[in-house]
């Protein structure tokens, strides 16, 4: 079965740093989403691309973050200088259609900040 | 901003019992779609409901779409260890910006 596939599982970084957060979507999907969890909190919404430009994106999404599909085949998140706050699980998803059907959650990246 | 409430936070039940939580919006929605995130897990799609009054059903859940597309509900009839986990309604809204609920964890004890 297809699957969203997210690398690295557990990313470690120094304050300040910057990271890249990788995915490889569904490949015949079209649409593809950056969520976040903080620990014990909902899924917050981060930002969709769709035909090579951001979509829609939330208040989350500052200048400190930038999403990319370098290849036709990955979808990065880049946050640029690390914050102790972006310590949080980052899912990535992809959807054939736009946000009214299915959306597949990849397995996530435990990013945190120290 | 838009936001969906979800309620209840929490829920603990006895096995067999059965659970609902709940999704609210003060604006119309255009579509409802519920997630069910196992612990440590990510969320994975349960359904998606359209139109307004929609009811749906996969075995021992029931999903409900409010006749004012503003709410919605999931109902699961007695419940089992495996329906452990935190369930989602995600929702478009009208703005297109996409809008996870707060979540609802169920505990199940056996």
């Known amino acids: 079965e297809p699957e969203v596939t997210q690398t690295p599982s557990h990313q470690v970084t120094q304050m300040g740093q910057e990271v890249i957060l990788r995915c490889v979507p569904i490949s015949n999907h079209l649409y593809f989403y950056w969520y976040r969890q903080i620990l014990g909190q909902k899924v917050e919404f981060l930002v969709s691309?769709?035909?090579?430009?951001?979509?829609?994106k939330s208040e989350i999404f500052d200048d400190q973050f930038s999403v990319e599909r370098p290849d036709g085949s990955n979808f990065t998140l880049k946050i640029r200088s690390t914050k102790l706050e972006d310590s949080a699980m980052y899912f990535c998803?992809?959807?054939?259609?736009?946000?009214?059907?299915?959306?597949?959650f990849g397995q996530g990246t435990r990013l945190t900040v120290v | 901003g838009q936001q969906v409430m979800q309620i209840p936070q929490y829920q603990h039940v006895q096995e067999g019992e059965d659970f609902t939580t709940y999704c609210n919006s003060s604006?119309?929605?255009?579509?409802i779609q519920w997630y069910k995130q196992r612990p440590g897990g990510h969320p994975v799609f349960l359904i998606q409901l359209v139109k307004s009054g929609e009811v749906k059903k996969q075995k021992r859940l029931t999903f409900q779409f409010g006749e004012a597309k503003k709410n919605s509900s999931l109902h699961i009839t007695a419940t089992q260890t495996t329906d452990v986990g935190t369930y989602f309604c995600l929702s478009s809204g009208n703005t297109g910006k996409l809008i996870f609920g707060q979540g609802t964890t169920l505990q199940v004890k056996p």
């Open positions: 998803a992809s959807g054939a259609a736009p946000m009214n059907t299915e959306a597949f």
């Open positions: 691309f769709y035909n090579n430009e951001i979509s829609e």
């Open positions: 604006t119309t929605l255009s579509n």
